[in-house]
């Protein structure tokens, strides 16, 4: 009886301790970042050219490592692909577990697959041969684990966006194949980062949110903040005109501050600390979604 009662307390236990709740931190997470670049150090003179990566040799690999782990809100999504939900997802795990974040990567170039929490990447043969090839896309051209995996993302997330376009193809990263509706995104968050993600807005309709710069200055003072946005009118992009109508950008916000009938944002956006000073109708025109996870977790659920 005793034995049995004590199998199940443990049982209950496993259970509330995978069902928590991580939050994030208000600071870059050194500690991990020091054991991060302690691991990929140590990998330097061992790690052997991947059969399953064939374009992407070890050092260049290391090094693209070692670059996001030092400068972690440098890491690039590419000039004109559809990689920034991708990015906005890698800007929290590098920001708040990059030891987590270099695991997975090692294991995916010497494996080939690898887990991110419960989410598994398991890249298509043509994705495998595709990474570290990609051209014309900014920094991104020479960071080809930055490729690797924002392909392998892609690949594993999928939305309505991608229903008819679900197989990579090459340049399929600049296509609906790629594509992050705010839904998926708020996925991404829960199935890679385990937050508690809390969100307003849509696809294709505006949240109604009433002192929307107030809004957000006090969801940033609580923790990390997301926004989904109409990036045609924020700043030119070669998105056709369909896409000029809808939202199709995401950026971490990171200050929002308002002097007398103009409003400043600063935002991370793709390996960029942006600043725009917008009215508060343009403000309200460019936001579709607002994504938001606090540094601590409520208790009144």
């Known amino acids: 009886m005793k034995k049995g009662l004590l199998i199940l307390f443990v049982t209950i236990s496993l259970a509330a301790g995978a069902q928590k709740k991580r939050v994030p931190q208000k600071e870059i997470n050194e500690a991990g970042r020091i054991r991060a670049l302690e691991l990929v150090a140590g990998e330097r003179n061992t790690l052997e050219q991947s059969s399953f990566w064939p374009h992407i040799t070890p050092s260049a690999f290391l090094d693209n490592l070692k670059r996001n782990i030092e400068y972690p809100l440098k890491i690039n999504n590419g000039r004109s692909t559809n990689f920034c939900a991708y990015g906005a997802i890698t800007y929290t795990c590098l920001k708040n577990e990059p030891f987590r974040y270099t695991i997975s990567m090692l294991n995916l170039y010497k494996n080939g697959e690898s887990y991110y929490r419960q989410a598994i990447l398991r890249p298509s043969q043509t994705i495998k041969d595709a990474a570290g090839l990609m051209m014309f896309q900014g920094d991104l051209d020479i960071q080809p684990a930055d490729q690797m995996w924002f392909l392998c993302l892609a690949n594993r997330f999928k939305g309505y966006l991608n229903f008819f376009n679900r197989k990579y193809d090459k340049g399929d990263e600049n296509t609906m194949w790629a594509a992050t509706n705010l839904a998926k995104f708020n996925r991404m968050l829960r199935k ?3 937050y508690k993600v809390q969100s307003k807005g849509s696809d294709l309709i505006k949240p109604k ?7 957000l200055e006090q ?3 609580a923790g990390e903040v997301y926004l ?14 369909i896409k000029r109508r809808i939202p199709t950008h995401y950026v971490a916000l990171t200050s929002i501050e308002k002097t007398n009938d103009r409003i400043v944002i600063k935002y991370w956006d793709g390996g ?8 508060l109708h343009s403000l309200k025109q460019i936001i579709y ?7 601590k977790e409520e208790n009144n659920e």
Do not use: D, Q
């Open 209 to 215: 949110i009433n002192n929307l710069p107030g809004f």
């Open 219 to 221: 969801k940033l003072k």
């Open 272 to 279: 960029y600390k942006t600043l725009k000073e917008v009215t």
């Open 228 to 241: 989904y946005l109409n990036n045609a009118i924020l700043r030119k992009k070669n998105h056709n005109r």
């Open 289 to 295: 979604g607002v994504s938001w996870v606090n540094y």
């Open 192 to 194: 890679m980062c385990k």
